[in-house]
């Protein structure tokens, strides 16, 4: 790796950082004004901008840095972009956002469809992501204390069928045969 493409990735990494700052100081100011409007006194900050100077949540995106990449290795990318800047786990919302600016291209035209779409692929893959209790998603390997899944656990990653624990199975009782014998 050469010294310049050293200094492009320490930039990508500080700007991350700077837009994890941003993001707190503009939650923060969004708190300011909501105290200044239950004081009954004009807000501090009335020309707050409610968006980071970048374009996504992830830092500096090349639109075509997802274009015919692999769904897990994109996510993955998004999401460990997001834990180098201190933003942590993602909703499928921030997850969607950050493909499309990447120009992932998405199998299924309807977005809401393809959101769901992309829910059900995060949730099966257990071994790679997780789902936290917030319904956000994260890297299986930032929570080393959660249990690996079973093999034999249903898609839903929770050893339940439809939301209920599987029931086990009763073996019926050995009934009697009953012989009928044709009369004449």
């Known amino acids: 790796m050469s010294d310049r493409d050293t200094i492009l990735q320490m930039l990508k990494v500080a700007e991350q950082r700077l837009e994890a700052q941003e993001i707190q100081v503009i939650e923060t100011k969004k708190t300011v004004n909501r105290l200044c409007e239950w004081a009954d006194i004009p807000a501090r900050y009335p020309d707050l901008d409610f968006s980071p100077s970048k374009p996504t949540c992830t830092g500096v995106v090349r639109g075509d840095e997802y274009y015919e990449k692999p769904l897990a ?30 120009s992932y291209q ?15 692929s ?6 790679t992501f997780h789902k936290l209790p917030s319904g956000k998603f994260g890297m299986r390997e930032w929570y080393p204390g959660v249990k690996e899944p079973k093999a034999d656990e249903s898609a839903n990653g929770n050893g339940h069928h439809n939301g209920k ?11 009697e045969e009953v012989v009928v014998s044709e009369m004449e």
Do not use: C
């Not at 995060?122 to 071994?127: D, F, I, P, Q, Y």
């Open 73 to 102: 290795w994109v996510v993955r990318q998004i999401l460990e972009a997001r834990h180098g800047a201190g933003l942590g786990p993602a909703t499928v919302d921030e997850i969607y956002a950050a493909m499309e600016d990447g």
């Open 106 to 120: 998405f199998e299924i035209p309807d977005r809401e469809t393809a959101k769901r779409g992309l829910h059900i």
């Open 122 to 127: 995060l949730a099966k893959n257990s071994s």
């Open 165 to 175: 624990p599987r029931q086990k199975r009763q073996q019926p009782e050995p009934r």
